[in-house]
């Protein structure tokens, strides 16, 4: 069963923003901590950031300042801001709760 549906990628030109969603079934996002990954193309799975289930927030040093993690608990869905995109942010975006499996990903495209 598929726990987290990834939506809101899209193509957007260089210094674009988008907002990505991450919509959970079978838990609470307000019980567990939540994950936003991506994959850039032919490269490794890269942690961005994470919503703990307190609140916390961290990001990745190659996003901090741009994206931004937040979490609706009464539609159970975390929201990541993407803003001042750049080339090198193109990548199949998931998001997944601890010791739970990505969902099928969104695909965020930064071109010109």
């Known amino acids: 069963e598929v726990e987290v549906h990834e939506s809101g990628g899209d193509l957007v030109q260089p210094g674009g923003s988008l907002t990505l969603s991450c919509a959970a079934s079978?838990?609470?996002?307000?019980?567990?901590?939540v994950h936003w990954l991506r994959q850039p193309p032919g490269k490794g799975l890269e942690w961005i950031s994470s919503?703990?289930?307190?609140?916390?927030?961290k990001y990745s040093d190659s996003v901090k300042g741009r994206f931004t993690i937040s979490r609706d608990d009464a539609k159970n869905v975390v929201y990541l801001q993407l803003n001042s995109l750049k080339t090198e942010d193109t990548a199949m975006y998931y998001c997944?709760?601890?010791?739970?499996?990505r969902g099928p990903g969104t695909q965020v495209t930064v071109s010109s």
């Open positions: 997944k709760k601890d010791l739970g499996d």
């Open positions: 919503i703990s289930k307190s609140g916390d927030i």
């Open positions: 079978a838990f609470s996002v307000s019980t567990v901590d």
